[in-house]
């Protein structure tokens, strides 16, 4: 019997947050790396948002222990957001605040899944939506979208994927590793496809504000999904409050309580300056996070223009988030020096070691053909990085 248990050994490390480290260790050795690895916005926390956390802390009124699903204002704030800006009927009820998106995913997943229970995953997915499904002992069953329809996976293959143990199906729009957003008529597809079924639906909308089509879309707000659609959101990306840690979901009333229920002996109540900082940036205006989506749409422009220009690379254009998702075969079986590049695994650590960039491997999101890089850094940085990695992709042969 092992130290470890089973359920441990069997998860994987998350791919985005082990490049990171690896560059940061590089960094700590003198080594000038460009980080496009992790998916956090390179901008400050808007000013009124600081502000508010600091007059939290100075009322003194926020000091003991939250309620388990968040702040009774806080919650009826993120309701009013869901019902105005979705379209998604919501009431405090409904509402639990968590520790960022992550761990309302695992909250979910933890009410939902019983052992052998089966979750269409919409690939290339987000990193750890597979491994927690795996920790929950659900099976993860992946419907896997081409670079030719922008990574996008229909209603015809979800059809194709259901089966009696299908429990639920996750999908993210705008997309993490991809960028693509799914469009109204894209949506209803999948909706028409689900709605006689009992499938739970998880949206991710995470980069919601981070769109470029100029209308988001919530499978929520459609009728015919009413009670069978968890919406799961945050200020982490929008906001730049990566750091915060607060994330939210609007789901049926059965499964919000199941999720304060697992919340509740699993960590309570999330960072109490936290939700007031989080109530601020939800009840006040939006021009910050226009501004930096403003900013993020000029650097798409820009670092497609040089994505282009790399030879071997696929590239599309995303509709929304901040990375690209170039497919990269072409490089395999090329080497250089020492460095063999067999798979999209390699080519990042030849690139890290070599072109001093880290990006991440598109194997952690399902698509082995493919690496993830995310343009939530400065003009500068894009254009040297990518620079650089021409220089190195041009040694392999």
Known sequence: MGLISQRLEAMEESATIAMAQKARELKSQGVDVISLSLGEPDFKTPAHIQKAAKEAIDSGNYFAYPPVPGYADLREAIAKKFETENGIPTKMANVVVSTGAKQSLANIFMSLLDPGDEVIVLSPYWVSYVDLIKVAEGIPVLVKGIIENDFKATAQQVVAAITPKTKALIYSSPCNPTGSV??????????????????????????????????????????????????????????????????????PIEIAKACSKIQGQFTSGANSIAQRATLAALTSNLESTKEMAAEYLKRRALVHSLLVGVPGFKVNMPTGAFYFFPEVTSYYGKSYQAYSINNASDLCMYLLNEAHVSLVTGEAFGSPECIRLSYAASEK?????????????????
């Open 182 to 251: 799914f469009t109204y008529d894209e949506l209803k597809a999948i909706a028409e496809v689900l709605k006689s079924t009992k499938i739970t639906v998880i949206a991710d909308e995470i980069y919601e504000h981070i769109n470029f089509t100029g209308k988001h879309v919530s499978m929520g707000s459609f009728p015919e999904m009413k009670d069978k659609v968890i919406t799961v959101n945050g200020v982490a990306k929008g906001f730049a409050m990566t750091g915060w840690r607060i994330g939210y979901i609007s789901a």
């Open 381 to 397: 940085d894009l254009k040297e990085a990518i620079s650089r990695i021409k220089t190195a992709l041009a040694k392999l042969n």
